[in-house]
């Protein structure tokens, strides 16, 4: 690999955003991460800074790797001139289709011309979000699951306009990143979300109707099914704002019910029981105990 390919930008630090920039410095890529809050990149830097010291207690990785990584390999910066050696940017950044269409324009006045533009998103097009990059045929959707620095899938799926190059470089971009890929079409949803957010709001649905406490639906979903964490594990990851919007955008597209958030969704919302980032949503974080049982 030159020398030029070895940087690679993430734009948004949030949820998303932070455990790609893990993956990516753990590859070894020089990783420049942006975000127009600088609280974000505080927050990120010290979340990276814990899971790396994590690694290294683990015995996954030496405490010269990790310094290596924290001093040198992840950079965090407000300004996107900071991209200007990247061979691949991944915007993680809101969910929303004129931010990232702009975000993919400044990156696009910033980056070399043969840079590939990746977007994380979940439920928009990645043609439409293209046609806001300038270059619009090395536009394509990489979507990581939550957590990323966890989570070895990652969805690929072309736009109307990516090209085959573009394709080839990002499925072998994305092995070098020691991720497992899938080749999806461009439909919402994917193929992840298309299961889990139908998936997830029936179980809700179940809970609101009195079939079964919280505890016991993630119970039986993990010791009959076999899945590594219950639906309202999940939930409490992914947070109940995403679930809501996801949801709504799945169904406004789709029109199938299974998608329809149920009004628990949009009461926990409103409460702020968003999940892990709140401390409370279907579990209470800091303190045993579940809500709403
Ligand atoms: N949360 C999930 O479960 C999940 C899973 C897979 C994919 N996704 C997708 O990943 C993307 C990010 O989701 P998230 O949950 O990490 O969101 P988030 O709200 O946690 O983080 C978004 C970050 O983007 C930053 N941002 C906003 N505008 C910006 C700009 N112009 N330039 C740079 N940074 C900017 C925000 O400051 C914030 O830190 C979305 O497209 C979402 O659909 C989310």
Not at 122 to 148: N, Y
Not at 228 to 239: A, R, S, T, V
């Amino acid at each position: 690999m030159s020398e030029k390919s070895k940087y690679v930008g993430v734009l948004g630090c949030g949820t998303m955003g932070v455990g790609i920039a893990i993956v990516s410095a753990r590859a070894g890529f020089n990783t420049i991460v942006i975000d127009t809050q600088q609280s974000a990149l505080d927050q990120a830097a010290a979340f990276a800074d814990k899971f790396f010291a994590k690694s290294v207690k683990k015995g996954k990785m030496s405490a010269q790797q990790k310094d290596e990584i924290m001093g040198e390999k992840l950079t965090w910066s407000m300004n996107y001139d900071a991209l200007d050696k990247c061979s691949f940017v991944i915007e993680a950044v809101f969910e929303d289709l004129e931010v990232k269409q702009k975000v993919f324009s400044q990156a696009n006045e910033s980056c070399p011309k043969e840079t590939i533009f990746a977007t994380n998103t979940s439920t928009l097009s990645i043609t439409s979000i293209a046609a806001g990059s300038g270059r619009p045929e090395q536009v394509i959707g990489m979507h990581f699951c939550l957590p990323a620095q966890v989570m070895k899938l990652v969805e690929v799926t072309r736009g109307l306009q990516t090209s085959d190059d573009t394709f080839n470089r990002t499925v072998e971009f994305g092995e070098t990143l020691g991720q497992v890929l899938v080749n999806t079409k461009e439909r919402p949803g994917f193929i992840l979300n298309h299961f889990i957010v139908a998936f997830n709001n029936d179980c809700i649905r179940a809970y609101e109707n009195g079939l079964a406490s919280v505890e016991d639906i993630d119970k039986a979903v993990k010791h009959g099914l076999g899945y590594p964490m219950g639906p309202f594990e999940l939930l409490d990851y992914i947070g109940m704002d995403t679930q809501l919007r996801v949801s709504l955008a799945l169904f406004n597209q789709i029109h199938d019910h299974s998608f329809y958030p149920p009004p628990l969704v949009k009461r926990m919302v409103d409460a702020g029981f968003l999940g892990r980032k709140t401390g409370r949503g279907f579990y209470k974080y800091g303190e045993s105990g579940m809500f709403g049982t």
